[in-house]
């Protein structure tokens, strides 16, 4: 069974950066995307950033586009989002993300992580 545990969140002012990661154990799956979602207060849950594997493909929402990097780490089973120039509108629960791109073709979700941008 695929688990997914995220780290990193926290207040950070409006302009300050974070990195968010998350750790995910279980079985290995040749293709599969990775990646986060966030939901906002009042908010649909939405599409941050995802990596797919193997061909590394990466979608960014518009929103943070220019502003956010994300990367994984294959060996360690990690997966990270730099976040730079924080806004107040990225304030959320970001979550991370792995489905499978194989039979069964199954999605998991992490507990996710707090992130707050206030000044």
């Known amino acids: 069974q695929v688990q997914l545990v995220e780290s990193g969140g926290g207040l950070v002012q409006p302009g300050g950066s974070l990195r968010l990661s998350c750790a995910k154990s279980?079985?290995?799956?040749?293709?599969?995307?990775m990646g986060w979602y966030r939901r906002a207060p009042g908010k649909q849950r939405e599409l941050v950033a995802t990596l797919s594997t193997p061909d590394s493909a990466t979608n960014y929402a518009d929103s943070v586009k220019g502003r956010s990097t994300i990367s994984r780490d294959f060996g360690k089973n990690m997966a990270y989002l730099q976040m730079d120039n924080l806004k107040p509108e990225d304030t959320a629960v970001y979550y991370c993300?792995?489905?499978?791109?194989?039979?069964?073709?199954?999605?998991?979700w992490g507990q996710g992580t707090q992130v707050t941008v206030s000044s």
């Open positions: 279980g079985p290995n799956y040749g293709a599969n995307i």
């Open positions: 993300y792995y489905k499978l791109e194989v039979f069964p073709f199954n999605q998991y």
